[in-house]
């Protein structure tokens, strides 16, 4: 059974620092490239980050730049994302996105997803 499982999502005041995780199930987690994408209440699920295959060049949201930050350790086939300054802005469900090869900011690039981590920042 291929499997993505998030965490670490929780509440917090503006400012703090979270680090979801997102840990692969059933598939060659070294042959993939991962995704992060978020979605608020009413609205899209809009691209966070990405971390491309084969060489783990990292892309990221004009919203997040400077703050987020990508990984990955592949002897966890464990992706991570490290949010730091967070705003009430960034307040949504996190969802962690995987597709075998070449992917990168579009969603329609990834077709494996996991279930989501809620994430919500205080003012």
């Known amino acids: 059974q291929v499997q993505l499982v998030e965490s670490g999502g929780g509440l917090l005041q503006a400012g703090g620092s979270l680090r979801l995780s997102c840990a692969a199930s059933?598939?060659?987690?070294?042959?993939?490239?991962m995704g992060w994408f978020r979605q608020a209440p009413g609205k899209e699920r809009d691209f966070v980050a990405a971390?491309?295959?084969?060489?783990?060049?990292?892309y990221y949201a004009d919203s997040v730049k400077g703050r987020f930050a990508i990984s990955r350790d592949n002897s966890k086939s464990t992706v991570y994302l490290q949010m730091n300054s967070l705003k009430p802005e960034d307040t949504a469900n996190y969802y962690c996105?995987?597709?075998?090869?070449?992917?990168?900011?579009?969603?329609?690039?990834?077709?494996?997803w996991g279930q989501g981590t809620q994430v919500t920042v205080s003012s």
């Open positions: 996105a995987a597709r075998r090869g070449l992917a990168g900011r579009n969603r329609n690039d990834y077709n494996l």
């Open positions: 059933g598939l060659t987690f070294s042959s993939y490239s």
């Open positions: 971390i491309r295959w084969p060489d783990d060049v990292t």
